[in-house]
């Protein structure tokens, strides 16, 4: 039997596996995921204002195929995600440790 398999946690494993946070390798890795996240919110906006990425698009004046990329969190900048919320007629905020929230949009 595996009974001298050792088990790992997430967090364990990524830092076995990508590296302990703080090292380059990590931080783009958490990096990639932030930005992945801030992709699918934007989808999640999109589809609860019940519009293609093609709409978005001709609103935002971008090709369908990047509002996918910004929906799969590529090419993701403040004001690509400014652009894009305006175009759903809503906003965000940003906020900053040591000087609170700021309006995006």
């Not at 999109?46 to 519009?51: A, V």
């Given at each position: 039997m595996k009974e001298?398999?050792?088990?790992y946690t997430l967090d364990e494993a990524e830092d076995i596996i990508i590296g302990k946070k703080g090292t380059p390798r990590r931080d783009a890795y958490d990096a990639d995921i932030a930005m992945f996240?801030?992709?699918k919110?934007?989808?999640e906006a999109?589809?609860?204002?019940?519009?293609t990425q093609e709409q978005v698009g001709q609103l935002?004046?971008?090709?369908k195929a990047q509002i996918s990329r910004i929906e799969n969190g590529n090419n993701l900048t403040l004001s690509t995600i400014v652009r894009y919320l305006k175009s759903l007629g809503m906003q965000a905020n940003l906020s900053i440790?040591?000087?609170?929230?700021v309006a995006l949009a």
């Open positions: 001298n398999m050792k088990c996240l801030v992709g919110a934007l989808r999109r589809k609860s204002r019940h519009l935002v004046g971008v090709q440790n040591t000087i609170g929230d």
